[in-house]
Structure formats: structure tokens, C-alpha cells
């Protein structure tokens, strides 16, 4: 099963999956690194800064996990732009290393391929972090996504674009479609960090790691995965059954081990 580590707060979420962040970029600086958009992952982000001043990241590779479709990429809310903002300048990581699915319509026929074959590539992602939705959703593979998908394009849920209204002036401009790594092309990647912040989310935390395996819960799909660290606070976790065990094995890890 996946490690889940309570923590009391975003922040300490954020400091302790950056530590690993760091620790893989300074074993492998051309590490690549599977980046979120969306609020979770941004303490991860904020820890990063100042503990990667002096690291070389010149040579750090990374893959957001979706994209909307027909979005101009210079909208401030294409993820295009939101990883430019919050990961490629403040960390002063390269462009040209860092990847979004291609959501121009004129080559959407082709992009979901395009970007499996730019992964497989770079030798597969390394350290993929994600966010999980209120309708258990991991990337943007909705409920019903197949375990096996890869990169594809997707219709949104009503309640993702709900969720999503506030980057936007209303629910209207936010787009439909979207192109998404699929699970099949998350479950690749070499460490998963699940991350999950408020009781609005204790349901989905709790269905993704100790509900049944279906695609009914995408996030499900990380208890097929052998190595996913799973970072939640108090509130995100309160709908977890096994809470105190959780608490008591990450209390005695044995320090060699690592997360
Ligand atoms: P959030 O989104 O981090 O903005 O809550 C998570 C997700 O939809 O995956």
C-alpha cells in the first residue's frame, strides 16, 4: 500500500516532499520531475525556492500533468502559464525543459501521442507530483477513466469546472475539454506524491487510499503503484480509518529507509 504521512500542516507537506525534490536533484540533476497545477501543490513549490538556490537545476526536465484544450497558451490560466509563473521562474528552471501537453486544437488529433513519445523519451518521470479533486480525480482522469489510459483528451465533470471557476471570471470560460496524462502514464512514473490539504477532500483521500481499486475513484489507482508517499493534514485525513496506524508506522520508520 502506499505510505501515508500525517502532517500538521500545507506548509510542512510542502517542506517535506521539496527535501525529496532536492535530495533527487542533487543525485540526479537532470532529474524529471512531474509537476501539478491547481492550489496543493503550492506550498511544495514555495518550499522549493529557497532550497534550491545554489543547486544547479539547469539541467532539470519536467511534465506537467494536463492542459486545457483550446486554450490560448498565453491565458493566464493555461497551465502553460501557471507553470511558467509558479514552477519555470521562481525555481529558474529552463523552458525549453519543461513540458505541457499541447492543447491547440489545429494538432490535438496527435497530442496525447506527442507527449507519451516526449516522456518516454526524457527516460519516464522520476518524482510525479499530484493533487487529488473532489471527485477523486488525479491529472484530470475523471470518474470512469481506464487504468490502462495514457495521454488523452477528456471532458471535464461538471463539478472539476465548478471547482476550477475561481482562476476564472465565471464557470462559462472554463474550458470543457481538457488533455491529460492518463493513469496508465502516471502509474510510470518512479515515486507518486499524492497530496491533499482540507476536509474537502477527506473523502476522496479516504476512497483513494482504502477504498476499492476502481475507476469509479481514479485516485484509486495509486494503491496498484509500488512506491507512492501519500502527504495529508489533519483534516484531509480525518476520514481515514486506519489514521493512527498510519501515525504509528511513520513514527517508527526505520531512518535508512527513506520516504
Ligand atoms: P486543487 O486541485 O489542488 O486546486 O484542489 C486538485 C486537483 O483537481 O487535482
Redesign the pocket.
Known amino acids: 500500500m502506499a505510505e501515508i504521512v500525517i502532517v500538521p500542516s500545507a506548509a510542512a507537506a510542502g517542506e517535506l516532499v521539496a527535501e525529496e525534490i532536492v535530495k533527487l536533484i542533487t543525485a540526479r540533476p537532470d532529474a524529471v520531475l512531474g509537476l501539478?497545477t491547481?492550489?496543493?501543490?503550492l506550498p511544495v513549490y514555495e518550499a522549493l525556492r529557497p532550497r534550491l538556490a545554489g543547486v544547479d537545476v539547469s539541467r532539470v526536465r519536467g511534465f506537467a500533468l494536463d492542459e486545457y484544450v483550446g486554450i490560448d497558451p498565453h491565458h493566464p490560466e493555461s497551465y502553460r502559464s501557471v507553470i511558467t509563473k509558479e514552477v519555470v521562474e521562481p525555481l529558474g528552471l529552463d523552458p525549453e525543459r519543461i513540458h505541457t501537453p499541447n492543447g491547440a486544437l489545429e494538432t490535438i488529433s496527435h497530442a496525447g501521442e506527442d507527449y507519451e513519445r516526449a516522456i518516454a523519451d526524457a527516460g519516464g518521470i522520476d518524482l510525479q507530483i499530484l493533487?487529488?479533486?473532489t471527485s477523486g480525480?488525479?491529472g484530470f482522469n475523471e470518474p470512469g477513466s481506464s487504468f490502462a489510459s495514457r495521454t488523452r483528451v477528456k471532458t471535464l465533470i461538471e463539478q472539476?469546472r465548478q471547482?476550477n471557476a475561481r482562476f476564472f471570471d465565471s464557470v462559462d470560460e472554463v474550458p470543457m475539454h481538457c488533455i491529460t496524462q492518463g493513469l496508465g502514464t502516471i502509474l510510470e512514473a518512479r515515486h507518486l506524491f499524492l497530496l491533499a490539504f482540507g476536509e474537502g477532500?477527506a473523502a476522496a483521500v479516504a476512497g483513494a487510499v482504502e477504498g476499492p481499486v476502481t475507476s469509479s475513484l481514479p485516485g484509486s489507482a495509486i494503491q496498484l503503484h509500488p512506491h507512492t508517499t501519500v502527504v495529508v493534514d489533519e483534516a484531509a485525513a480525518s476520514q481515514l480509518a486506519h489514521a493512527d496506524y498510519y501515525r504509528y508506522a511513520f513514527a517508527n520508520k526505520p531512518a535508512w529507509q527513506g520516504l
Open positions: 501539478a491547481g492550489s496543493t501543490p493533487g487529488i479533486g480525480h488525479i472539476t471547482d477532500k
